[in-house]
């Protein structure tokens, strides 16, 4: 099974070495080969997307195309998750290979639940966003509570998606992350139920 999974550049280096050691854990003999291929900034719209997806699988052999965007891209693109999952499908077509995914509103909402080790690295103690880490919203979304939080700390630098996203999730199990935040359980559960549905995570 080979998966190719969209991505905006700077997240997938983020996170594709500790999705792969939590998949491999469960998935084990079954485990795909995961295709990440970073875009730029941000996932590809309309004609341009399609193509991407059909060349993918026509040319390069993969069984399934995940596209997974952020909500929050800064440009106004969608209105919500539901919205974002539904043009990406109307702009690919009807192709049951393809799998609309996202990050409500950003990747960063998928570190939220790690704050003390993000109160860590800034050398910060100040108090997390309230509510589920999937409804800080479009005002001030993830991304830029974790940037306030090492601005104001003693670390004195601002926070680097690659460098900083990867050190928060390196320190934890994403298992924690996954409980609490529905659209990131849908993207891993994506992944496994293509290659096994019963060690679909309940």
């Known amino acids: 099974m080979k998966i190719a999974i969209l991505v905006e550049g700077a997240t997938e280096v983020a996170f594709k070495e500790k999705l792969r050691e939590f998949l491999q854990k469960r998935l084990e003999q079954k485990m795909p080969k995961l295709k990440f291929i970073p875009q730029d ?104 509570w974790i940037k306030d939080i090492f601005e104001v700390g003693q670390r004195k630098k601002s926070y680097n998606k690659p460098i900083d996203g990867k050190a928060i999730l390196e320190k934890n199990d994403l298992a924690i992350a996954i409980q609490a935040c529905p659209e990131l359980k849908a993207f891993v559960n994506r992944i496994i139920s293509l290659c096994d549905e019963d060690k679909v995570i309940p």
């Open 41 to 144: 900034g941000c996932i590809p719209k309309e004609g341009k997307l399609k193509r991407v997806v059909e060349n993918l699988l026509d040319n390069d052999g993969c069984d399934a195309v995940i596209a997974l965007t952020d909500v929050y891209t800064g440009k106004n693109d969608f209105k919500d998750a539901a919205d974002a999952k539904a043009k990406m499908k109307t702009w690919v077509g009807n192709n049951p290979k393809f799998y609309p995914h996202t990050a409500l509103h950003d990747f960063e909402a998928w570190l939220l639940p790690y704050w003390t080790t993000i109160q860590t690295l800034a050398k910060h103690n100040r108090s997390a966003p309230s509510g589920s880490p999937e409804t800080v919203n479009h005002q001030k979304p993830p991304a830029y």
